[in-house]
């Protein structure tokens, strides 16, 4: 059974139960900065929870995208996701726990075609706040769970809400299914072997916001079952990944890497999946809230992937699988194709010098826990005493370098050891403070020029490169480059010196189209169609799909990330310093920008 028919045979199950199917809330909630993300299918639905009319009546289905990030640490386990689809079915103070529990083993049993004896099932235990829920006790054993599969639990298992400090909440009933070889044994709380599938929860209760529960004016029924999870077990494998919905996303993973590091693979599969979906619902990556979601879900895949031997460039070649596996049910994915492409490759770049940084520290960090060897950058130790790696050093990268501080994080958590976070907070804090008095502000406007020139830089080699080849002829290749505030380096295949006049006639030539105010653009375009203009600079092609392309206004046409100036009047006058050999049939020239 594929997962799509698993969500058509959700669907019909409770139309023919008298649901009316609506259509899923955006991933994003519209107008409400308070909420960054739709959680659970219930979220849209509170003022209904609350008793509010709904336009659909009181028995509703349907399949929402949810994004959860409390979980991101257990991705890479068998079941947890960032991304999912939550199918749920909801009474509006309409049936009860007898009916719902009802039709959940029914659909689980009939439909799904679960064995019965693989099920186990938790209720709420009770507590000061509720009852322990006997009625649903009851329910379950007339319905012919044995009773030493029904395991009572506490509030931490067995209650859920309010979604954020008040709101619908209640005790809750899961369903449990046993994964493992040979007869079931042990109880959900007990044995890991146990996933849950299904949750049912009774939201009779409303949380105030000074922490009371009160009872709601009508008894509604909430349920969720994620479809990345029952599709595993329907499909008998032990972990979503080898499911239909994974599944040729993750085999394109497998076959690029040369790891077999299980974990890492996940993470890239479960997080771009999640970012392709952020995107497409108009999220653009930033330093806040929902944009920083995204950064960091791009970031930590792009670190997972280099971690793994990827290459660059693959995230558009899965993204790609992805749209085609789910713009059936999600068109917005195919709506916003390039866009997609385009941050992803976007944010790649972008966190290249971040992420190559990270891996030098997570060496670094290896080395000195191995070795005992406390390192140093200048007098600032890399590891403390105690496994406890310092929060300076990860500040003073940041400072230097604009190492994202929580993948530094991450990767002292990955290997076992302990942040002094105490001491970041302590330092970033200070540094705060400095800058504020300074002031000249020199520390942000320092790091603005650097990046500003170092942009300059770009553009200029593309111009570079170009102009070489009309003076030296198409044979001409870059071979390499080298970008800083100071100058730009760059390396290029020829079997001879220049002459004075080729040196100057290039300057030349960069600078003539510099004073022309050529606006610089690029264009995220087919692999086929990207090679049919010509362009030039494209290394490592076959496995892209898409590709993006710099166009200086139609002189220049270069495979690159960028990013660029926008126009060619923002670079000032470039400057070749030298020219020189770098080995054998390769020249070297500096550059100045002024
Ligand atoms: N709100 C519950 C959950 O998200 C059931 O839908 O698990």
Same mark, same amino acid.
Request: charged residues 30%.
């Given at each position: 059974?594929?997962?799509?028919?698993?969500?058509?045979?959700?669907?019909?199950?409770?139309?023919?139960?008298?649901?009316?199917?609506?259509?899923?809330?955006?991933?994003?909630?519209?107008?409400?900065?308070?909420?960054?993300?739709?959680?659970?299918?219930?979220?849209?639905?509170?003022?209904?929870?609350?008793?509010?009319?709904?336009?659909?009546?009181?028995?509703?289905?349907?399949?929402?995208?949810?994004?959860?990030?409390?979980?991101?640490?257990?991705?890479?386990?068998?079941?947890?996701?960032?991304?999912?689809?939550?199918?749920?079915?909801?009474?509006?103070?309409?049936?009860?726990?007898?009916?719902?529990?009802?039709?959940?083993?029914?659909?689980?049993?009939?439909?799904?075609?679960?064995?019965?004896?693989?099920?186990?099932?938790?209720?709420?235990?009770?507590?000061?706040?509720?009852?322990?829920?006997?009625?649903?006790?009851?329910?379950?054993?007339?319905?012919?769970?044995?009773?030493?599969?029904?395991?009572?639990?506490?509030?931490?298992?067995?209650?859920?809400?309010?979604?954020?400090?008040?709101?619908?909440?209640?005790?809750?009933?899961?369903?449990?299914?046993?994964?493992?070889?040979?007869?079931?044994?042990?109880?959900?709380?007990?044995?890991?072997?146990?996933?849950?599938?299904?949750?049912?929860?009774?939201?009779?209760?409303?949380?105030?916001?000074?922490?009371?529960?009160?009872?709601?004016?009508?008894?509604?029924?909430?349920?969720?079952?994620?479809?990345?999870?029952?599709?595993?077990?329907?499909?008998?494998?032990?972990?979503?990944?080898?499911?239909?919905?994974?599944?040729?996303?993750?085999?394109?993973?497998?076959?690029?890497?040369?790891?077999?590091?299980?974990?890492?693979?996940?993470?890239?599969?479960?997080?771009?999946?999640?970012?392709?979906?952020?995107?497409?619902?108009?999220?653009?990556?930033?330093?806040?809230?929902?944009?920083?979601?995204?950064?960091?879900?791009?970031?930590?895949?792009?670190?997972?992937?280099?971690?793994?031997?990827?290459?660059?460039?693959?995230?558009?070649?899965?993204? @790609?699988?992805?749209?085609? %596996?789910?713009?059936?049910?999600? +068109?917005? =994915? !195919? /709506? *916003?194709?390039?866009?997609?492409?385009?941050?992803?490759?976007?944010?790649?770049?972008?966190?290249?010098?971040?992420?190559?940084?990270?891996?030098?520290?997570?060496?670094?960090?290896?080395?000195?826990? @191995?070795?005992?060897?406390? %390192?140093?950058?200048?007098?600032? +130790?890399? =590891? !403390? /005493? *105690?496994?406890?790696?310092?929060?300076?050093?990860?500040?003073?990268?940041?400072?230097?370098?604009?190492?994202?501080?929580?993948?530094?994080?991450?990767?002292?958590?990955?290997?076992?050891?302990?942040?002094?976070?105490?001491?970041?907070?302590?330092?970033?804090?200070?540094?705060?403070? !400095?800058?504020?008095?300074?002031?000249?502000?020199?520390?942000?406007?320092?790091?603005?020029?650097?990046?500003?020139?170092?942009?300059?830089?770009?553009?200029?080699?593309?111009?570079?490169?170009?102009?070489?080849?009309?003076?030296?002829?198409?044979?001409?290749?870059?071979?390499?480059?080298?970008?800083?505030?100071?100058?730009?380096?760059?390396?290029?295949?020829?079997?001879?010196?220049?002459?004075?006049?080729?040196?100057?006639?290039?300057?030349?030539?960069?600078?003539?189209?510099?004073?022309?105010?050529?606006?610089?653009?690029?264009?995220?375009?087919?692999?086929?169609?990207?090679?049919?203009?010509?362009?030039?600079?494209?290394?490592?092609?076959?496995?892209?799909?898409?590709?993006?392309?710099?166009?200086?206004?139609?002189?220049?046409?270069?495979?690159?990330?960028?990013?660029?100036?926008?126009?060619?009047?923002?670079?000032?006058?470039?400057?070749?310093?030298?020219?020189?050999?770098?080995?054998?049939?390769?020249?070297?020239?500096?550059?100045?920008?002024?």
């Amino acid at each position: 059974m594929t997962s799509s028919e698993i969500r058509k045979k959700y669907l019909k199950f409770f139309e023919s139960r008298g649901h009316k199917i609506i259509p899923p809330a955006p991933l994003v909630p519209k107008d409400d900065p308070t909420t960054l993300f739709t959680t659970a299918g219930m979220q849209p639905l509170v003022p209904f929870l609350l008793g509010e009319e709904h336009p659909q009546g009181k028995r509703l289905v349907n399949i929402q995208p949810c994004l959860r990030t409390d979980d991101i640490d257990e991705v890479g386990d068998a079941t947890h996701n960032t991304f999912l689809e939550m199918m749920g079915n909801w009474s509006l103070g309409d049936y009860w726990k007898k009916e719902s529990l009802e039709w959940s083993l029914e659909f689980l049993t009939e439909e799904l075609k679960l064995p019965k004896e693989k099920l186990a099932v938790t209720i709420f235990a009770g507590d000061n706040d509720a009852p322990r829920d006997d009625e649903s006790m009851e329910i379950w054993k007339s319905l012919g769970i044995p009773e030493d599969r029904i395991s009572p639990l506490g509030r931490k298992d067995n209650w859920w809400g309010p979604v954020g400090n008040s709101g619908p909440c209640g005790p809750d009933s899961e369903i449990f299914f046993w994964t493992g070889e040979g007869q079931p044994k042990d109880s959900p709380g007990e044995n890991p072997l146990w996933v849950e599938v299904w949750n049912n929860v009774f939201m009779e209760y409303s949380k105030t916001s000074d922490g009371k529960y009160e009872p709601l004016s009508q008894q509604n029924v909430d349920t969720g079952m994620g479809l990345e999870r029952i599709t595993a077990v329907v499909q008998g494998k032990n972990n979503v990944y080898e499911t239909d919905i994974f599944k040729f996303l993750y085999e394109a993973i497998e076959e690029r890497t040369k790891t077999s590091e299980v974990k890492s693979l996940r993470v890239i599969a479960d997080h771009t999946r999640a970012a392709t979906f952020l995107i497409a619902s108009g999220i653009e990556p930033g330093n806040v809230e929902r944009g920083y979601v995204l950064r960091r879900l791009v970031r930590r895949a792009v670190r997972a992937a280099y971690r793994s031997g990827i290459e660059r460039g693959f995230f558009t070649e899965l993204a @790609k699988i992805i749209i085609n %596996k789910f713009s059936a049910f999600y +068109p917005e =994915l !195919k /709506e *916003n194709e390039n866009k997609i492409y385009e941050t992803l490759m976007e944010e790649e770049d972008r966190f290249q010098e971040p992420v190559n940084r990270i891996e030098l520290y997570k060496q670094d960090l290896e080395i000195a826990e @191995k070795e005992g060897v406390i %390192k140093k950058i200048g007098t600032i +130790p890399i =590891l !403390k /005493e *105690n496994k406890v790696a310092s929060g300076l050093y990860v500040f003073e990268n940041y400072q230097t370098y604009g190492t994202p501080p929580d993948l530094a994080q991450d990767v002292v958590e990955e290997l076992g050891l302990t942040f002094d976070k105490e001491e970041f907070d302590r330092v970033t804090k200070e540094h705060q403070q !400095k800058s504020r008095t300074a002031a000249s502000g020199k520390f942000a406007g320092g790091l603005a020029d650097h990046s500003d020139k170092v942009i300059k830089g770009h553009t200029a080699t593309h111009l570079l490169h170009r102009a070489l080849r009309d003076v030296l002829g198409e044979d001409v290749h870059q071979t390499g480059s080298n970008i800083n505030p100071e100058r730009v380096r760059f390396d290029f295949t020829y079997g001879k010196k220049m002459t004075e006049e080729e040196v100057n006639k290039v300057e030349e030539i960069v600078n003539q189209k510099i004073s022309e105010d050529l606006q610089v653009e690029f264009r995220i375009m087919p692999l086929e169609e990207a090679k049919k203009t010509q362009a030039i600079g494209l290394f490592n092609e076959k496995y892209l799909d898409y590709v993006k392309v710099y166009f200086i206004g139609d002189y220049s046409k270069e495979f690159c990330g960028g990013p660029h100036v926008s126009n060619t009047s923002e670079i000032g006058r470039v400057k070749i310093t030298k020219e020189e050999s770098a080995g054998s049939g390769i020249r070297r020239i500096y550059a100045t920008i002024e």
